[in-house]
């Protein structure tokens, strides 16, 4: 028998490996990484930049990489570092043609320097309305998979999204998107693997369907 592919997997924008929770691979094969955010340096911290931070945590020759949301964005920064075997996104974009017009709005407008990042940093307070149940239960899926509450990051991570514009493509990559992302529409995404009825949080509501794609395209 072979020895094991190492999979690294980078969650979305302020999430916490939490996310990967329902994320089943055959362990016989497999052996499962898990990353989570560092603080930026400074706001303007570019997304390639920012990638350089993670090539002393990935300590295998050849990786298979997963990203979710702007997990993935990442990750594919990561592969132009490193030498991957495989690079997988979901729920992403492979580059600013992929993103919306209202988050294109956003950067040209200046308007997400407006983002509460404060208010998300305190969530915590969201889950002491036991008189309004549904917010109570947001609150209370915030604070299981948010792992990064930091008003530093929160700012940086919305600018880094909107700024990232990746003008090459790369290499051996594979896109999952769901064709009900509300954040990501999958009207503007080219050349994905679809899954039906699957949101921008499918990593969690769609797992069992993606630990199938994700099984299969291991076993090429």
């Not at 993935?72 to 920064?77: A, D, F, N, R, Y």
Request: charged content about 25%; aromatic content about 10%; proline content about 5%.
């Amino acid at each position: 028998m072979g020895s094991k592919r190492h999979i690294y997997l980078m969650p979305g924008l302020a999430a916490s490996p939490k996310i990967f929770e329902y994320i089943q691979l055959d362990p016989l094969k497999t052996e499962l990484h898990y990353l989570e955010w560092i603080p930026p340096v400074h706001i303007k911290e570019s997304v390639e930049e920012y990638a350089q931070k993670y090539i002393e945590l990935i300590r295998h020759p050849e990786p298979i990489l997963i990203g979710v949301s702007f997990g993935g964005i990442l990750v594919q920064e990561i592969s132009r570092i490193i030498k991957v075997r495989k690079v997988i996104i979901i729920s992403s974009i492979k580059s600013k043609n992929e993103m919306p017009k209202r988050l294109r709005f956003l950067k040209s407008s200046g308007v997400y320097k407006l983002f509460p990042s404060k208010r998300l940093s305190k969530i915590d307070d969201f889950t002491k309305f036991d008189y309004h149940p549904h917010l109570k239960k947001k609150g209370e899926l915030y604070n299981k998979y948010l792992g990064v509450r930091n008003e530093k990051y929160l700012n940086w991570s919305l600018r880094a999204v909107l700024h990232w514009e990746n003008k090459s493509s790369v290499t051996d990559l594979v896109h999952i998107h769901g064709t009900k992302d509300e954040i990501f529409p999958i009207k503007h995404i080219e050349d994905c693997i679809p899954v039906e009825g699957g949101t921008h949080a499918m990593i969690l509501i769609k797992a069992k369907i993606i630990n199938q794609i994700l099984n299969r395209l291991l076993l090429q």
